[in-house]
């Protein structure tokens, strides 16, 4: 039995605590927050509630901490210098090298560190593997209205992230070139972003993220030869369109387009993919197996922060637009 504890019951916290009580051979002891209006969302009078994390730090093995990003390299470094085993909300910090520093000392310690990249475990994400091979363009959109929550990270690490995470793991290429154009329009930060990522094997993958959208949408379409792979993040499903054709009718008075093709829609294992993120975490502590994977987890977040770097220098009241080149050891430092 693993004895978890969660730091910060904000708008991610809340949902880790509900999440983490589904798990078996886990017992969550207590929850962390300095606002008591948050403790509410537990509602198990077993659970100790305090405004203090360092009040838990006796009581358990592990914790999910799920502060303001700002707190998340002081409050992760104190829990592995504590001994414990941590799951960071995304992204784990907003500086690369003490991302390197809480991950060497994971290692010093034999400590499980994981990052919350929660798309990572969607039914519909897992499947990508079984049927990707090639592809030669990455497209993903990820937007959605406008929410107070978002003050103080940018559009880029608040929601792009899941996106560069996911594309890198698909391509497993080193990163060639960038472009990326940004505004701002309803916060300080970048608020609505494009990126186009190059990749060494030709690849090319475009990445547009908004959170000042009157929709909400969360898809990624994958171009390979033979066919056009569709996801649909929010509701795990995929379709593959395969064998399409095109003929033009032209008639007295109308010019008609017609487009054919094979839909298959496959079947995907539907659950909850931060109940299967919080399994993962535990069953590396519990097995002591996959306790940390520094170099993918590296890579995407120096590729994000770049881009959020780049976004933050150059930005105005005016869209901004950069272009820059990758050396071979690039995203390992924190800049270039």
């Not at 798309?119 to 993903?140: M, S």
């Not at 539907?270 to 890579?299: A, G, M």
């Amino acid at each position: 039995m693993t004895k978890l504890g969660i730091i910060g019951l904000g708008h991610m916290g809340g949902y880790h605590a509900n999440a983490s009580q589904l798990i078996p051979n886990v017992e969550l002891i207590g929850v962390a927050d300095p606002n008591e209006q948050n403790w509410k969302k537990i509602k198990s009078e077993n659970i100790i509630k305090t405004t203090n994390y360092k009040d838990l730090l006796d009581k358990v093995d592990a914790f999910i901490i799920a502060v303001p990003t700002d707190m998340h390299y002081t409050v992760a470094k104190d829990c592995l210098l504590n001994n414990k085993h941590i799951l960071v909300e995304k992204p784990i910090t907003k500086n690369i090298e003490q991302a390197k520093e809480l991950f060497d000392i994971a290692q010093a310690k034999n400590l499980a560190i994981q990052i919350g990249h929660v798309e990572r475990f969607n039914g519909a994400v897992q499947e990508l593997n079984k049927i990707i091979h090639q592809p030669y363009l990455i497209e993903c959109h990820r937007i959605g209205p406008f929410t107070q929550r978002v003050q103080k990270d940018s559009v880029i690490l608040d929601l792009m992230i899941h996106d560069i995470d996911l594309v890198l793991n698909i391509v497993n290429s080193n990163v060639k070139s960038v472009s990326v154009v940004g505004n701002k329009l309803k916060t300080d930060l970048c608020d609505i972003a494009t990126v186009i990522l190059s990749f060494e094997n030709g690849v090319l993958a475009k990445i547009t993220s908004s959170r000042v959208s009157e929709t909400k949408q969360r898809s990624m379409v994958i171009h390979q030869n033979g066919s056009y792979i569709k996801l649909d993040f929010a509701t795990q499903d995929i379709s593959i369109y395969r064998n399409s054709s095109n003929s033009v009718k032209v008639g007295n008075n109308q010019l008609n387009y017609k487009q054919e093709e094979t839909i298959e829609r496959l079947f995907i294992y539907k659950d909850n993919p931060l109940k299967l993120e919080i399994e993962h975490f535990i069953n590396s502590v519990q097995n002591q197996t996959n306790l940390r994977d520094s170099q993918k987890d590296l890579v995407a977040l120096s590729l994000t922060l770049k881009i959020d770097q780049l976004l933050k220098e150059n930005l105005n009241d005016c869209c901004y637009s950069g272009h820059w080149e990758f050396t071979s050891s690039c995203l390992q430092k924190s800049s270039c």
